[in-house]
């Protein structure tokens, strides 16, 4: 069959279209072996490649267009891939005359499978009903008219009338109505007679049920020119893009609360998946599409509290046994067995809070008894086994490194002697199945199934029931992970990641994971996301990219400092000597990339205790001049010092500490920073450089030089480099699932990150509390865009009444000036002003209105809790914060809340966030 391609696209200089598909003669949707298409008509942007393909080969044929230039290193990509069938058609030639799908077009966010497999899943499948149209005259051309149109209701279908008498002389009621079977796209085939050309046409939405037209696309009527080039042996495709629906755009509400947040009647303690599904019952009951939880992975590293901390992952595709519904799993043969573990779970669930230890301690004994009784089964089970084959590539070396952190007694495999380097082998070696400890491996399989099992059935129920589940990535993986033992070579071992000082840190964030080695991920075009990203569409619809800032740059920090403030960008562009020297700054390495230690500040750093500072940890290389001695010289040695042990006493801890935070400080008195990268040396200002006393003691004019560098450096010498890196890595993450992406860009938002998510169709998350404009105290929700998330607080902030009463000046101005209300604000966050705020947040632009539960719940005095600071999940500024927030209510005590439940029915549905239209 001999096909044409064409497009309209105006390129610039240096670009050209290509187009890739699913055949051998265009690739296999290999890029690199695409087609190069011919401009035909320069002028009017449009271009052609006409090809021959085996009828076999084009029974359904996936191709798409892309942008390259001479040197094949820039890339401009539609939004997703195209799908065309044509079995059954007796036709000698196609032409295809297709429209480009810009990423940067809004609606094609609808086109994710957030709406396509859950919130605008067709409930009806439309047949095709002209497989065989045999054109009856000389004159006829065959037109398949198609369009993707995700935004209707159910029972309706999109219809198409024209000019033409075949398409209804435009009467609806003789107009054409489509088919979804290649749901979202809607096409029909009809025969024209040559004499109706030109064609003008529209596209309607028709109500099949109430046998209703409803309305025509907005917008001036459609165009299609004469095709007196074509014979009629031909089958014209006119592909169409963009229903523009005569409304406000689609908008939409949900929640936020993580899985162990969550709490049941019979539960043991902990929020797991099965629970999923009875907050999908509350969610549709009060209109919410949406749920948002936290990371769900494994993060089981040291069998402690500490393992609470949801973003430190032991595994990107391992789920956490912490979630599992150990009675979904099976029961004991033992009914007492069964009952201690029963009474057990019921004492647990009494908790306010998680006792993730005793819940650990519970599910694990279970597993293992479990796990004895059934392996026979379940090692010989066709589910499982099928589990196996599509997982093993990760599962075998999770189970691996599970064994071998629990022999070791570390999740640190540098201590694991010598299988502290990976190898194929040495997995194959401890996973093998004649091994004396095999069912310490395959009872991690054994649990990793059922949570799946679990999750997925939970997943399956949200998209039923017209909800999305919307999961999160971490930025980055945990350094004592599968992940780092597997590839370290992805990685920057030696570096940390974290953030900069702001209002809410003054010291800056470390994370302490390793940052992305991007350059060694591009190799193999990023296949560690993509793997990463194409599992978790098997539970997700929409994820949240947690600091997806960091796909822009970076915030790094050298392995020996412990502090964000200790930090610099990558990438990003240093300054080398001659530069300085331009900029008015002499280099002087060891006066300002030095700690800069003086006698007469030495006091305000320790107190009472600077003589014993400066006796054991510092050296006096001039009068009044200090230096840190070797063993304290870096913060990562500090704090190996002044680790507290088990036996110090109150005032031991108190002076340890004390110390520690003085010498902490002077580590961090530079004004520069050594660049790590590079031959040549280079250098970095130093965050928050003017509150060092190093900054504060230089003379004016160089203070005034290296401010105008630092502000040069912080806002806007790197906002190209950082967008060329977003362009690079974003697409290519995008193109990995359908998922709907939100991205957190709260901080420190270099300027070109809005051009850019825009551009890829990635909604920002919008925090009243957060301004991004720092000219501003508070956002104003009226004036968020409509591809954003709208939230009234996130995991790492208190929640709406938990800021109110800490922070009363604030909160004043906030309720005059936002809510717009008189006199003096009430000291308690009151129910009529939470609704106020909600209300505000349900009325914006947004697309999506995510709410936390705890907010939700704050509007109504009767059932929310009475200490707002019980409600708070995470602390961010302590980095041994415990996540054990609960619920205090059950799922099954929110179904029968209903004047709540009406309170927010009614929230959505005023506000326009209930129905398609």
């Given amino acids: 069959m001999h096909i044409t391609f064409r497009i309209k696209y105006f390129t610039v200089w240096g670009q050209r279209l290509r187009v890739t598909a699913n055949i051998d003669k265009l690739g296999n949707l290999r890029e690199e072996e695409a087609a190069d298409m011919r401009p035909v008509s320069p002028e009017n942007g449009i271009w052609e490649l006409s090809v021959d393909i085996p009828r076999k080969d084009i029974l359904l044929l996936q191709y798409r267009y892309f942008v390259e230039d001479e040197n094949q290193s820039i890339r401009i990509y539609e939004c997703d891939d195209r799908w065309l069938k044509l079995a059954n058609r007796n036709c000698k030639k196609a032409v295809i005359y297709d429209s480009w799908r810009a990423t940067s077009d809004q609606e094609n966010t609808l086109f994710s499978s957030a709406f396509t497999n859950a919130l605008l899943k067709p409930e009806k499948i439309w047949k095709d009903t002209f497989t065989a149209l045999p054109l009856e005259r000389d004159d006829e051309f065959l037109i398949r008219f198609q369009i993707h149109v995700a935004r209707i209701e159910r029972g309706q279908r999109v219809g198409l009338t024209g000019n033409a008498e075949a398409l209804g002389g435009w009467d609806t009621e003789k107009g054409v109505l489509m088919t979804n079977e290649g749901h979202p796209q809607w096409r029909a085939e009809v025969r024209v007679s040559k004499a109706d050309f030109p064609l003008y046409y529209k ?318 991920m591009a190799r193999d075009n990023y296949k560690w996301w993509r793997n990463r990203l194409q599992k978790m569409a098997e539970y997700f619809d929409a994820f949240r990219i947690d600091h997806i800032l960091g796909f822009f740059r970076i915030w790094e920090i050298p392995i020996e400092s412990t502090e964000g403030v200790m930090g610099y960008f990558n990438p990003s562009l240093a300054y080398n000597s001659e530069e300085l020297q331009q900029r008015g700054i002499m280099m002087d390495e060891e006066r300002l990339c030095r700690p800069y230690i003086r006698e007469h500040f030495l006091y305000e750093r320790f107190g009472d205790l600077t003589d014993v500072a400066k006796q054991h940890y510092l050296d006096e290389y001039a009068p009044g001049h200090f230096q840190l001695k070797p063993e304290v010289n870096t913060q990562r040695k500090i704090a190996g010092v002044f680790s507290p042990e ?127 404009d720092t000219r501003k105290e508070f956002n104003h929700p009226n004036d968020y865009p409509w591809l954003s998330v709208a939230s009234t607080s996130t995991h790492d902030m208190p929640t709406i009444r938990g800021w109110w009463e800490e922070d009363p000046e604030r909160s004043q101005v906030f309720f005059n000036h936002i809510l717009g209300n008189d006199g003096n604000s009430p000291f308690f966050c009151e129910p009529w002003i939470v609704k106020q705020i909600l209300e505000q947040h349900f009325y914006s632009p947004s697309m999506w209105v995510v709410i936390p539960l705890q907010d939700l719940t704050g509007a109504d005095g009767n059932i929310r809790r009475k200490d707002a600071r019980e409600e708070r999940i995470n602390v961010p500024s302590n980095p041994n914060h415990y996540w054990r927030y609960r619920l205090h209510l059950s799922l099954e005590e929110m179904m029968q809340h209903d004047e709540f439940n009406q309170m927010v029915y009614d929230l959505v549905k005023d506000s326009g966030r209930l129905s398609a239209y």
């Fill in 203 to 520: 596209y309607f939405i028709y109500d099949e049920y109430n046998d209703t037209f409803l309305f025509f696309e907005a917008g001036e009527d459609r165009y299609f020119p004469s095709l007196k080039e074509h014979s009629n042996d031909t089958l014209i495709i006119r592909g169409d893009e963009r229903f523009l629906f005569p409304m406000e755009p689609w908008k939409g509400a949900g929640i936020t609360i993580p899985v162990f947040s969550l709490r049941r009647n019979e539960g043991y303690g902990v929020g797991e998946f099965t629970d999923i599904k009875m907050l999908v019952d509350w969610s549709r009951k009060v209109g919410m599409k949406m749920i948002q939880i936290l990371p769900v992975n494994d993060t089981v590293a040291t069998h402690t509290w500490t393992d609470s901390y949801p973003y430190a992952a032991i595994s990107v595709y391992a789920l956490h046994p912490i979630y599992a519904n150990i009675e979904k799993m099976g029961r004991l043969k033992s009914e007492t067995a069964n009952n201690i573990v029963k009474e057990r779970g019921l004492s647990l669930n009494k908790n306010s809070k998680l006792d993730y230890e005793g819940v650990m301690q519970l599910k694990s004994r279970y597993f293992k008894m479990l796990y004895d009784e059934q392996k026979e089964h379940f090692l010989h089970d066709k589910d499982f086994n099928d589990f196996f084959e599509r997982n093993k590539y990760w599962l075998k070396p999770y189970a691996a490194f599970s064994y071998l952190r629990d022999l070791f007694n570390t999740p640190n495999f540098e201590k694991w002697g010598p299988y502290r380097n990976y190898s194929e082998s040495i997995v194959e070696e401890i996973t093998s199945e004649n091994s004396e400890h095999y069912d310490d491996i395959a009872i991690h399989y054994f649990i990793q199934y059922h949570l799946h099992k679990q999750l997925f059935e939970a997943a399956e129920y949200a998209r039923q029931n017209g909800v999305i589940l919307k999961g999160d990535i971490p930025i980055g993986i945990y350094r004592n992970s599968v992940d780092a033992w597997v590839k370290p070579q992805l990685y920057n071992m030696d570096k940390q990641a974290g953030a900069p000082p702001d209002d809410f840190s003054e010291k800056g964030q470390n994370w302490g994971f390793p940052t992305y080695n991007w350059q060694e």
């Fill in 646 to 772: 088990p036996s110090d006493s109150v005032h031991d801890r108190m002076t340890k500490e004390r110390l520690k935070e003085g010498l902490m400080s002077l580590a961090a008195e530079v004004v520069f920073m050594e660049n790590p990268y590079g031959t040549e040396k280079s250098y970095f200002p130093r965050s928050t450089l003017h509150y060092t006393r190093s900054f504060q003691e230089l003379d004016n004019e160089l203070k005034h030089h290296i401010n105008e560098l630092y502000m040069d450096y912080f806002y806007s010498r790197n906002e190209e480099l950082w967008k060329q890196q977003a362009n690079i890595k974003l697409p290519a993450l995008k193109k990995a699932t359908n998922m709907l992406i939100c991205g957190e860009d709260l901080g420190m938002v270099p300027a070109v990150v809005p051009e850019v998510m825009d551009n890829l169709g990635i909604l920002s998350l919008e925090i009243q509390r957060m301004p991004k």
